[in-house]
């Protein structure tokens, strides 16, 4: 398994910018396709974005599509998520996940991080 450890997050204004930056250990990070969720109060934990191993494909929801960039850097060991046009309904606490299949399903990441809180005010 990878240990991952996400950092970043913060408060901003509606409209701003915050890159989020997740840190893998292990020599095997480049095997894993990586992705992040995020999770609001009371809210289930959705999919944001993945990527695949390489870097070469990435896939987002819908609702950052445009907004939001997933990159990585295998020599790294790091995975990064650009956010900008951030809103208020971005507001919510941010996990990346490592999984050995292109999914967006929480249930198919086998690893997480602890998560980031993200807060955008209006």
């Known amino acids: 398994q990878v240990q991952l450890v996400e950092s970043g997050g913060g408060l901003v204004q509606a409209g701003g910018s915050l890159r989020l930056s997740c840190a893998a250990s292990?020599?095997?990070?480049?095997?894993?396709?990586m992705g992040w969720f995020r999770q609001a109060p009371g809210k289930e934990r959705e999919f944001v974005a993945r990527?695949?191993?390489?870097?070469?494909?990435?896939y987002y929801a819908d609702s950052v599509k445009g907004r939001f960039t997933i990159s990585r850097d295998n020599a790294k060991n790091t995975v990064y998520l650009q956010m900008n046009s951030l809103n208020v309904e971005d507001t919510a606490v941010y996990y990346c996940?490592?999984?050995?299949?292109?999914?967006?399903?929480?249930?198919?990441?086998?690893?997480w991080g602890q998560g980031t809180q993200v807060t955008v005010s209006s």
């Open positions: 996940a490592a999984s050995l299949m292109p999914t967006s399903t929480p249930g198919g990441f086998r690893s």
């Open positions: 292990g020599r095997t990070f480049s095997g894993y396709v």
């Open positions: 990527i695949s191993s390489s870097g070469a494909t990435t």
